[in-house]
């Protein structure tokens, strides 16, 4: 059974803290993404990754940064979270041969709260 | 600059009734569309997929129409379950390219009873 792994569910952080949200699969994918959801805006693209070590920014990385050090694992960092930030983070990874009903595989989300 | 739009927040509809969810794009370039189902603090779910070779996809009550020139794609549901609600995400992305994966705002979908 795939699986995308979040490592937390619900987070509470204060402003100005450096926060780590990680992110392992264990498909052997390439690709991996970082969204965030709110209301009425819905998933919007932080980061993506296609390779160890390679990524790429997507709508919105101001006030974020990632890390892909090994293939099964993107973490996303914020470096000093700010009230702005508080959301559901979603991880989600993908071969990069879409085929017939190939899809990108979620995480269970982290609810992040910053105080 | 909103590349995939669900311009519908939310949609209501009768237990046993076609549900029908509609979804644009800009980009030309995109090649492949997925639809996806989420439940509140829940990941979403992969629901059905389009390639832009073809114009309908089919997976039991789900079906994925896909207008090229219109660039338009659309999700039915038949009939229409309680189960079903949820919010909806249409998503979009170039295989050729960056496979950066865009998505929509999101459908609420209602089914009553």
């Known amino acids: 059974d795939v699986k995308v792994t979040q490592s937390s569910r619900y987070l509470v952080k204060r402003t100005g803290e450096k926060v780590f949200l990680e992110c392992v699969q264990d498909?052997?994918?390439?690709?991996m993404f970082w969204y965030r959801q709110d209301p009425g805006l819905g998933l919007r693209l932080i980061y993506f990754?296609?390779?160890?070590?390679?990524?790429e920014k997507g709508d919105i990385p101001e006030g974020y940064s990632v890390s892909r050090e090994k293939k099964e694992r993107f973490s996303l960092i914020l470096e000093s979270a700010s009230t702005n930030q508080t959301s559901m983070y979603l991880c989600?990874?993908?071969?990069?041969?879409?085929?017939?009903?190939?899809?990108?595989?979620f995480g269970q989300g982290t609810r992040l709260t910053v105080v | 600059d909103q590349q995939v739009k669900q311009n519908s927040p939310s949609l209501s509809v009768q237990e046993g009734r076609i549900s029908i969810l509609n979804c644009d794009y800009t980009n030309s370039m995109f090649d492949y569309f997925l639809w996806y189902k989420k439940y509140p603090a829940e990941g979403p779910t992969f629901l059905i997929s389009i390639s832009s070779i073809k114009d309908k996809n089919e997976d039991g009550r789900f079906t994925v129409f896909l207008n090229k020139s219109a660039k338009h794609l659309s999700l039915h549901i038949v009939p229409s379950q309680p189960g079903d609600s949820a919010v909806y995400f249409c998503a979009a992305l170039h295989r050729q390219g960056a496979q950066k994966l865009v998505f929509g705002q999101g459908t609420r979908l209602t089914i009553n009873p």
């Open positions: 990754s296609y390779d160890v070590k390679m990524k």
């Open positions: 989600a990874s993908s071969l990069v041969d879409f085929g017939v009903n190939t899809e990108a595989f």
């Open positions: 498909m052997d994918h390439e690709n």
